[in-house]
């Protein structure tokens, strides 16, 4: 796609009128000045002085005109190369015309106009040159001899081709620039568009973090606020114990809440590079104003998840092979933490969906068979079911993004969640 040339500044536009105006005058006086004008009859004096001023101008007018040359380049052109046939003046304007005519890089309206100049080449050494240079022995039967002519016109081409390839290069050079910076945009707003995409996917990643966490902190919450107010018979240490945890946990949900929040807002911010790795665990280093990432939940740190549920009330159970702690070594933490996220929501659901019943939570695999997951609990059907049904999904997408393999349905009256996660060695 041919692309206009770019736009000239003020001074751009009048340093080139200048020069050409310039270079115009210095021909019409090598020209006039130096050749005798006109030295024949007083009656073609006369003729003769009304050509000079028509020179000087017309020569005016196409400096003028040759302004618009980028808004209409073959207009242009074909207008100041008809008015030449009548002023010398007017010849570096032409030219300037036929060179940026040139930069457009289409030969057909170049053809035109060399044509339409060796016409008018040929129909100024045939009536307009005998009357200025009567003396001339080229012109002394009155018409331009074929020489003079063959001469003219071979100069006239010489020139318009030196001309029509120095502008077609400079065309080619604008369309050079062109493309590169089109590639340079493009390149700009593909890179943009993979920032924006890994924005997104990363606020997605902390959203299910969100997700998982607070989930299993809000349940807990829930299991004993509603403790509180349906079990009268509780004690005053076990309320006191029961408001305690429901103290922590909020407090606990709330900052979790807060640091995802924070992260969020400092990708907002600009600050996107270092808090865009943040995760719902993550902290702020105030003195650096940028996101401190916390540790991460590890594979052996189930133990401690199950201990920290039972503790608050729910029935679990965890079965893992003997060997599976020892070798979890080397387990890569991705595939870790993937884990310890399956169990927690699994368990979160189970305290939702199945609440007081009793969950089994089992382990197994190494870096041959993988690593597999097993949470399952009796399936309570008095129990209506709340919230959007995020938490499968979501545990799901997880399991395929590792590339395991997922399954969540009811067997055999137990509602079970199977997860398969690749072993990597790192």
């Known amino acids: ?242 408001a305690e945890i429901v103290r922590d946990g909020a407090h606990q949900a709330l900052e979790e809440l807060r640091v995802v929040l924070g992260v969020l807002r400092a990708e907002d911010e600009g600050s996107g590079g270092a808090a865009a790795s943040g995760t719902a665990g993550g902290t702020t280093d105030g003195a650096a104003g940028r996101a401190v990432e916390a540790p991460q939940p590890a594979f052996t740190d189930i133990p401690s998840l199950v201990a920290e549920v039972t503790s608050s009330g729910q029935q679990v159970q965890l079965e893992a092979a003997p060997d599976l702690w020892a070798r979890s070594v080397e387990l890569p933490g991705p595939v870790g933490r993937h884990a310890y996220r399956v169990v927690q929501e699994a368990l979160t659901n189970a305290r939702r969906h199945a609440p007081g019943t009793r969950v089994q939570v089992e382990l197994a695999g190494g870096p041959q068979a993988g690593l597999r997951v097993l949470v399952r609990n009796p399936v309570v059907s008095t129990v209506p079911a709340t919230g959007q049904g995020l938490g499968l999904p979501g545990m799901a997408e997880r399991v395929t993004l590792a590339g395991g393999t997922f399954e969540a349905g009811v067997v055999g009256g137990d509602f079970a969640v199977r997860v398969w996660l690749p072993w990597r060695t790192t």
């Not at 040339?5 to 080139?16: A, G």
């Not at 006109?38 to 020569?59: F, S, W």
């Not at 339409?116 to 080229?138: E, K």
């Open 1 to 242: 796609m041919q692309h206009p040339p770019p736009p000239l500044t003020r001074w751009q536009q009048t340093w080139r009128l200048a020069t050409v105006w310039l270079l115009g005058g210095l021909f019409w006086l090598a020209v006039f000045a130096i050749t005798p004008v006109g030295q024949g009859e007083p009656t073609d004096r006369g003729v003769v002085d009304v050509l000079l001023l028509l020179d000087i101008a017309i020569g005016q007018l196409v400096v003028v005109l040759v302004a618009f040359r980028r808004r209409w380049p073959v207009g242009v052109a074909v207008a100041v190369s008809l008015l030449s046939i009548l002023s010398t003046w007017s010849v570096p304007a032409v030219m300037l015309a036929i060179l940026s005519l040139a930069t457009r890089r289409r030969m057909p309206p170049l053809v035109v106009v060399l044509i339409l100049n060796v016409a008018l080449g040929a129909v100024h050494d045939r009536w307009i040159a005998p009357i200025l240079f009567p003396d001339d022995p080229s012109y002394a039967s009155g018409r331009g001899s074929l020489l003079s002519l063959g001469l003219t016109s071979v100069i006239g081409l010489l020139v318009f081709a030196i001309v029509a390839l120095i502008g077609w290069n400079i065309g080619g050079r604008r369309e050079l620039v062109s493309s590169w910076r089109a590639q340079a945009e493009t390149a700009d707003r593909e890179q943009s568009a993979r920032v924006a995409q890994a924005r997104l996917a990363e606020r997605a990643r902390i959203a299910r973090e969100m997700h998982d966490v607070m989930g299993h902190r809000l349940s807990l919450v829930a299991m004993h606020a509603g403790a509180l107010a349906h079990r009268p018979d509780l004690t005053e240490a076990e309320r006191t114990q029961s």
